[in-house]
C-alpha cells in the first residue's frame, strides 16, 4: 500500500498529525503498536492518572473536607475496583473517540510494530506475526517515550512504573516513589490520599525542578502538610524481594552513607526517555544524540529529507501538547503552509493538589539571561471564590520585563491552575503586557481575579491585598 504521509505512533501527536493531514488532502496511514490508539497519554499516561487523581480527591475530600461545608457522613470507605472501573470507562471512551476520528478523516490505521526497510518504506509486524510493506512519500516518527527504568527490574506488580502504578488492586501499605517531577508526585498524591504511607525519596534538593523555586517549595510544604513524606538529596541503589515486601538501600548523595528501607511497593518515577529502538533507523540517515533523541531542524526534518519526527523523540518538555502541535505544524507544512510552534507559551502542569501551572520564564531562567525584570503576586488566600472553594493555598506570581512590561512568564499554585493558565499562555502569544492582563474584566468573583490581581501587582497596583 502506498500513501502521501505515514505516522509511527499513535498517540496525541501522531493521530493529531494525522488528522491535520486528511483535512488537507493527504492520503494518510498510523501505525500503532497497541491494540488502541491515543499512545501512552490516553492509555497509561495522562488520562487515566487523572481520572484516579480526581477520584482519590472526591475520596479525601469526602473524610477531611465535607464536613467542614455542613455534609455529615458516617461509613465511608474505599471501592477501590469501582474507582478502576471508573478509569478505565474514561480511557475507552477517548481511545474510542480516536478510532472514530481516523474513521471520520479517512485515516488508515495499522496495529502493529513498525520498522523502516529503507527511507520509503516500513514493515510492520502484527500481532498474530504477519508483515504487511507500507510505503509513503513521507514519514514522521511518533513513537514516543518509556519509563527510565534506572536499571530496576520493573514488574508491575511490586516494582512498578507509571503504567503499573495506575493498575494496582490493593491499597499498599507503604510506597516509595522515586522522583519527585510531575509523575512522581501525582501518583504519589493518589495513593497517599486513598490511605498509603507514602515516601519520596529524590535524588536532587527540591521537588519540581523544572518549575519556578517559589511554586516548588509552596507545593513541597503543602505536600508534607498532606501527608507525602520526602527524602531530598538520596537515591535507591537496590530493591530486594522478600516476600510480599521490598528492602531498599538508600544512599545519602552529600556523604554517601546508607540506610535500609521497607515497603510494599516502589514506583520508579525518575523521568522518561525517547523510544527509538527497533525502529529500523540504520536502515535511513536519521540521526540519534548519546540519549537517543533524533536530531531535526527548525521543521521537524531528519537526516532524511522525508522523514520527520515530532513529540517526546525529540527534544523538548515531553508533553502531549507540545507533540500535539508540531504534528499540526508537520501537516501544514507539507501543504505548504506555514507551520510553526512557539516553544516560549508550552504549558507545564503538575495535577497535585492545590496544583501547580507554569509558562514562560522563571525568576531564575529571567536571571540566567540577563533580562531585567519585575514581579507580581498575589495569594488565593485573598481571593473571594478560592474562600468559598475552601481552597486557599498557593498564590500566582507573574513575570514582566521592566523595560516594556512584556509578559515572560506565569506561575500559579491554587485551585485549577491548569484551566487558569490558558490565559496567560495566549497573552503571551499575542504579545501581551502586564498591564494588559491587568486591564482585562475578570468576572467576579472567579479564581481568575487572582491572575489579574498578580498583574496588577506588577506595577504595585494590586486592590484586594
Known amino acids: 500500500m502506498s500513501f502521501d504521509l505515514v505516522i509511527i505512533g499513535g498517540g496525541p501527536g501522531g493521530y493529531t498529525c ?6 488537507l488532502g493527504h492520503k494518510v496511514a498510523i501505525v500503532e503498536k497497541r491494540k488502541t490508539l491515543g499512545g501512552t497519554c490516553l492509555n497509561v499516561g495522562c488520562i487515566p492518572s487523572k481520572a484516579l487523581l480526581e477520584s482519590s480527591e472526591h475520596y479525601s475530600q469526602a473524610i ?29 471512551e477517548l481511545t474510542s473517540g480516536v478510532s472514530f476520528l481516523m474513521n471520520k478523516n479517512k485515516v488508515t490505521s495499522f496495529f502493529g510494530t513498525g520498522k523502516f526497510l529503507n527511507t520509503k518504506s516500513i514493515e510492520i509486524t502484527k500481532e498474530d506475526g504477519s508483515k504487511e510493506v507500507v510505503e509513503s512519500k513521507n ?54 490520599r486513598l490511605g498509603s504511607e507514602v515516601t519520596v525519596i529524590e535524588y536532587g534538593d527540591r521537588i519540581a525542578s523544572t518549575m519556578d523555586e517559589t511554586m516548588a517549595k509552596t507545593l513541597h510544604k503543602s505536600l508534607k502538610k498532606q501527608g507525602l513524606n520526602f527524602m531530598m538529596g538520596h537515591k ?10 521490598l528492602n531498599l538501600e538508600i544512599e545519602k548523595v552529600s556523604d554517601n552513607s546508607k540506610s535500609t ?55 523538548g518538555p515531553m508533553l502531549a501538547h507540545k507533540a500535539e502541535e508540531e504534528g499540526v505544524a508537520i501537516a501544514e507544512n507539507l501543504s505548504g503552509l506555514a507551520g510553526h510552534v512557539n516553544y516560549k507559551t508550552v504549558p507545564g502542569v503538575i495535577y497535585t493538589w492545590p496544583e501547580v501551572a507554569s509558562v514562560g520564564l522563571t525568576e531564575a ?27 486557599t493555598e498557593g498564590m500566582v506570581k507573574i513575570i514582566a520585563r521592566s523595560d516594556n512590561d512584556e509578559l515572560i ?28 492582563l491587568a486591564k482585562a474584566f475578570h468576572a467576579h468573583p472567579t479564581l481568575s481575579e487572582a491572575v489579574r490581581e498578580a498583574a496588577l501587582d506588577v506595577d504595585k497596583a494590586a486592590r484586594q491585598m
Request: charge should be neutral.
Open 64 to 92: 477531611h473536607e465535607f464536613k467542614d461545608h455542613g455534609v455529615d457522613l458516617s461509613g465511608i470507605k474505599l471501592n477501590l475496583k469501582n474507582m478502576m472501573k471508573r478509569k478505565d470507562k474514561v480511557v475507552k
Open 18 to 23: 494525522a488528522i491535520r493531514a486528511a483535512q
Open 365 to 391: 531562567q529571567a536571571k540566567e539571561q540577563g533580562i531585567s525584570y519585575k514581579v507580581g503576586k498575589f495569594p488565593f488566600s485573598a481571593n473571594g471564590r478560592a474562600k468559598a472553594l475552601g481552597c
Open 139 to 192: 514519514f514522521v516518527i511518533a513513537t514516543g517515550s518509556e519509563v527510565n527504568t534506572l536499571g530496576f527490574d520493573i514488574d508491575e506488580t511490586q516494582i512498578v512504573s507509571s503504567t503499573g502504578a495506575l493498575e494496582l488492586d490493593n491499597v499498599p501499605k507503604k510506597m516509595v516513589v522515586i522522583g519527585a517531577g510531575y509523575i512522581g508526585l501525582e501518583l504519589g498524591s493518589v495513593w497517599q
Open 236 to 245: 535507591v541503589n537496590t530493591a530486594t524481594k522478600k516476600g510480599k515486601s
Open 261 to 315: 528501607f521497607d515497603c510494599d511497593v516502589v514506583l520508579v518515577a525518575a523521568g522518561r526517555l525517547p523510544f527509538t529502538k527497533g525502529l529500523g533507523l540504520e536502515n535511513t540517515n536519521v540521526k540519534t544524540d548519546e540519549r537517543g533523541f533524533i536530531n531535526v531542524d527548525a521543521h521537524f526534518k531528519t537526516d532524511d529529507a522525508n522523514i520527520f519526527a515530532i513529540g517526546d523523540v525529540i527534544p
Open 409 to 436: 512568564g506565569t506561575h500559579i499554585m491554587g485551585p485549577r491552575a491548569s484551566d487558569m493558565i490558558s490565559e496567560a499562555v495566549i497573552a503571551m502569544e499575542f504579545g501581551g503586557s502586564a498591564e494588559d
